[in-house]
């Protein structure tokens, strides 16, 4: 029998796994790292993680979520009962003692499963800054409080205060108690969608220049100053800083398929698309909505629609694809602008006419064939991405539940994590402030007739690079990681901001970092969620309320032929010839195959143009 001393040696080296699996493991890599991806992509793993997927949805808060956790009231909604090794440690308004005695002008409520359609709050850039007032957090009702809410949607004074609990997000609850959450996780920026998506994708948001929707020519090239909306502290060459949600000019449906008059946002250098293909790795964003409605004819200055719509829960209908939502759209490199389809399966995560750019459709046909991509980010609809005034967090469950449930049945499930995270958080109260590492001095009027930067940000760390308007970390919110190699039932402390996630995927692949002070530098690592010693080898099923369905062994499972379902305009064509696109050339002859007969019902919305979303 082993000593005391040698057993405690040997869980202290256990507990190091999954750090050191982290890093670049070079000669002392394990056996698992000598395994290339599957035969979809050309670079070995520093862990036995082979996929990762990344479920990214729309403005909340931690606190918004998970303020009382593990307790929920009970009294109505789905019932939920934590296990007794929950641990105590969460950094929530519950064990902050903030739910009475709370220094802002209203307690914070919480709001009941019928109470799930609200109104959006205030998350600009400036305001979420002023909420904090440089720590004390007191200041959220007169900055980024909605007021009146219109229409069908919940309100009530001081509503930016209220939160759900585990009997309307049990989902996530659930989750929480299988698999690892981190309560330490923030906004690389403060700000709302345009910017949180593209340090997801680059830790960058820096490196914008406007560009007019009409002609395609960026604005420095011409004699105009950039749009002050799109291009935030423009050098002398207009390249600036993005906060706001400029619409990416590489997209035929940005900008009302290109009828406004607001300028584009194109952004410079590199995102981890560009890093991972300079490796071979496959990867894709999968959006729903993506398809589009009435496909690229083929011409020039014409362009695709994609004006289809789902109803929410509350009956309201919402179309389904956001451009501003869809960030690899603003690099040219990584984008996607008619909205082509891949030609098959088997390109999917590869290079095509797509470029890396996918429906969700094509996620679930991948997915079912065994064809994975090595990295996959995942985008909801509207109406299921949680985002308050179109969506809710009744339907952002039924995505989850209905996508991880998916996961969990595939034959990739063995070499998956799955990250559950968020572009930023509304503008709902969070208590936990994040002292800026970052600072930024910008002095000029922002949208709340203050100082764009507030004292705060102003007075933090010099900005890395010199890079103005990117002052964080700004925000908290949800960061959870299901996987069979998840710790369970751990809350992990580490802070991280959304440039972890692609920290992750450059340490897993060996890829370098993004580079012009990316975030991804110094973003927290992930690995405090995982124990690739010792998997927990769980397949966790949930109900569409987010209860608990089965839990039991990771069962094996074949993959199956699929493949792409085919957009509106080759519905007709579909039906006599096999489902998977036929190989036709690509650019305008693919586009005019796509636009052959198009036909297809729709409900239809008027699109609206959201200034901060």
Same mark, same amino acid.
């Given at each position: 029998?082993?000593?005391?001393?040698?057993?405690?040696?040997?869980?202290?080296?256990?507990?190091?796994?999954?750090?050191?699996?982290? /890093?670049?493991?070079?000669?002392?890599?394990?056996?698992?790292?000598?395994?290339?991806?599957?035969?979809? %992509?050309?670079?070995? /793993?520093?862990?036995?993680?082979?996929?990762?997927?990344?479920?990214?949805?729309?403005?909340?808060?931690?606190?918004?979520?998970?303020?009382?956790?593990?307790?929920?009231?009970?009294?109505?909604?789905?019932?939920?009962?934590?296990?007794?090794?929950?641990?105590?440690?969460?950094?929530?308004?519950?064990?902050?003692?903030? !739910?009475?005695?709370?220094?802002?002008?209203?307690?914070?409520?919480? $709001?009941?499963?019928?109470?799930?359609?609200?109104?959006?709050?205030?998350?600009?850039?400036?305001? #979420?800054?002023?909420?904090?007032?440089?720590?004390?957090?007191? =200041?959220?009702?007169?900055?980024?409080?909605? %007021?009146?809410?219109?229409?069908?949607?919940?309100?009530?004074?001081? !509503?930016?205060?209220?939160?759900?609990?585990?009997?309307?997000?049990?989902?996530?609850?659930?989750?929480?108690?299988?698999?690892?959450?981190?309560?330490? *996780?923030?906004?690389?920026?403060?700000?709302?969608?345009?910017?949180?998506?593209?340090?997801?994708?680059?830790?960058?948001?820096?490196?914008?220049?406007?560009?007019?929707?009409?002609?395609?020519?960026?604005?420095?090239?011409?004699?105009?100053?950039?749009?002050?909306?799109?291009?935030?502290?423009?050098?002398?060459?207009?390249?600036?800083?993005?906060?706001?949600?400029?619409?990416?000019?590489?997209?035929?449906?940005?900008?009302?398929?290109?009828?406004?008059?607001?300028?584009?946002?194109?952004?410079?250098?590199?995102?981890?698309?560009?890093?991972?293909? *300079?490796?071979?790795?496959?990867?894709?964003?999968?959006?729903?909505?993506?398809?589009? *409605?009435?496909?690229?004819?083929?011409?020039?200055?014409?362009?695709?629609?994609?004006?289809?719509?789902?109803?929410?829960?509350?009956?309201?209908?919402?179309?389904?694809?956001?451009?501003?939502?869809?960030?690899?759209?603003?690099?040219?490199?990584?984008?996607?602008?008619?909205?082509?389809?891949?030609?098959?399966?088997?390109?999917?995560?590869?290079?095509?006419?797509?470029?890396?750019?996918?429906?969700?459709?094509?996620?679930?046909?991948? $997915?079912?064939?065994?064809?994975?991509?090595?990295?996959?980010?995942?985008?909801?609809?509207?109406?299921?991405?949680?985002?308050?005034?179109?969506?809710?967090?009744?339907?952002?469950?039924?995505?989850?539940?209905?996508?991880?449930?998916?996961?969990?049945?595939? @034959?990739?499930?063995?070499?998956?994590?799955?990250?559950?995270?968020?572009?930023?958080?509304?503008?709902?109260?969070?208590?936990?402030?994040?002292? @800026?590492?970052?600072?930024?001095?910008?002095?000029?009027?922002?949208?709340?007739?203050?100082?764009?930067?507030?004292?705060?940000? =102003?007075? %933090?760390?010099?900005?890395?690079?010199?890079?103005?308007?990117?002052?964080?970390?700004?925000?908290?919110? @949800?960061?959870?990681?299901?996987?069979?190699?998840?710790?369970?039932?751990?809350?992990?402390?580490?802070?991280?901001?959304?440039?972890?996630?692609?920290?992750?995927? #450059?340490?897993?692949?060996?890829?370098?970092?993004?580079?012009?002070?990316?975030?991804?530098?110094?973003?927290?690592?992930?690995?405090?969620?995982?124990?690739?010693?010792?998997?927990?080898?769980? =397949?966790?099923?949930?109900?569409?309320?987010?209860?608990?369905?089965?839990?039991?062994?990771?069962?094996?499972?074949?993959? &199956?032929?699929?493949?792409?379902?085919?957009?509106?305009?080759?519905?007709?064509?579909?039906? +006599?010839?096999?489902?998977?696109?036929?190989?036709? @050339? &690509?650019?305008?002859?693919?586009?005019?195959?796509?636009?052959?007969?198009?036909?297809? +019902?729709?409900?239809?919305?008027?699109?609206?143009?959201?200034? +901060?979303?």
């Amino acid at each position: 029998m082993a000593s005391r001393g040698r057993r405690a040696t040997t869980r202290s080296i256990g507990a190091l796994a999954g750090a050191a699996a982290l /890093t670049l493991l070079g000669a002392h890599a394990p056996a698992w790292a000598a395994a290339p991806d599957g035969g979809r %992509g050309s670079s070995s /793993t520093a862990t036995p993680i082979k996929h990762v997927v990344v479920l990214f949805d729309e403005n909340v808060s931690f606190d918004h979520y998970f303020a009382t956790y593990p307790k929920a009231a009970n009294s109505d909604g789905t019932k939920f009962t934590a296990s007794k090794n929950t641990p105590k440690d969460v950094d929530n308004l519950r064990t902050a003692g903030l !739910l009475t005695k709370n220094p802002n002008q209203y307690a914070p409520k919480r $709001l009941t499963p019928s109470q799930a359609m609200t109104c959006d709050q205030n998350h600009a850039y400036g305001p #979420e800054q002023y909420a904090y007032n440089g720590g004390k957090n007191d =200041q959220f009702v007169q900055n980024t409080d909605s %007021g009146k809410c219109s229409g069908t949607l919940f309100g009530e004074p001081g !509503l930016v205060m209220d939160y759900y609990d585990g009997n309307t997000v049990t989902g996530l609850w659930n989750y929480a108690q299988h698999y690892s959450m981190n309560d330490r *996780s923030y906004s690389s920026v403060y700000g709302p969608s345009t910017p949180g998506a593209l340090n997801l994708i680059s830790g960058q948001t820096h490196g914008v220049v406007s560009m007019d929707p009409a002609s395609g020519t960026e604005n420095p090239k011409q004699t105009a100053t950039p749009d002050s909306y799109t291009v935030q502290s423009p050098d002398a060459k207009g390249v600036g800083t993005v906060v706001n949600d400029p619409d990416p000019a590489y997209d035929d449906c940005a900008g009302k398929d290109h009828t406004s008059k607001n300028a584009l946002a194109s952004m410079q250098d590199r995102n981890i698309g560009d890093v991972l293909n *300079s490796k071979k790795i496959t990867w894709g964003w999968f959006q729903g909505g993506f398809r589009p *409605s009435t496909a690229w004819d083929g011409k020039q200055g014409d362009y695709a629609k994609c004006d289809t719509t789902h109803t929410n829960v509350g009956g309201a209908a919402a179309v389904d694809y956001s451009p501003h939502h869809s960030p690899f759209q603003y690099y040219k490199s990584t984008s996607n602008p008619h909205h082509l389809p891949p030609k098959n399966v088997d390109e999917i995560g590869h290079n095509g006419q797509a470029n890396h750019n996918y429906d969700l459709t094509d996620f679930d046909a991948a $997915l079912k064939a065994g064809k994975l991509p090595a990295v996959s980010f995942v985008k909801a609809p509207e109406y299921q991405d949680g985002h308050a005034g179109y969506s809710d967090p009744i339907d952002e469950q039924h995505f989850l539940v209905q996508q991880i449930n998916a996961l969990q049945k595939s @034959p990739q499930w063995k070499s998956t994590a799955v990250v559950i995270a968020y572009d930023d958080s509304d503008g709902w109260y969070d208590h936990a402030y994040a002292k @800026p590492r970052n600072g930024s001095k910008d002095t000029s009027t922002g949208s709340n007739g203050k100082a764009t930067d507030s004292p705060a940000c =102003q007075a %933090g760390p010099a900005a890395v690079g010199g890079y103005a308007d990117r002052c964080g970390p700004g925000t908290r919110q @949800p960061l959870l990681v299901v996987s069979p190699y998840s710790k369970v039932n751990k809350i992990d402390h580490t802070r991280t901001d959304q440039s972890s996630i692609i920290r992750f995927i #450059e340490d897993n692949w060996h890829t370098g970092r993004v580079g012009d002070h990316s975030f991804d530098a110094a973003a927290g690592s992930l690995a405090g969620m995982f124990d690739f010693r010792h998997p927990n080898n769980r =397949q966790v099923l949930l109900n569409t309320d987010g209860s608990v369905k089965s839990v039991g062994p990771i069962r094996p499972v074949k993959a &199956v032929a699929t493949s792409i379902t085919p957009g509106p305009a080759m519905q007709n064509t579909a039906e +006599t010839t096999d489902a998977s696109f036929p190989a036709v @050339p &690509v650019g305008i002859a693919a586009g005019a195959l796509l636009a052959a007969g198009a036909t297809g +019902t729709y409900l239809t919305l008027r699109r609206r143009e959201r200034r +901060t979303a």
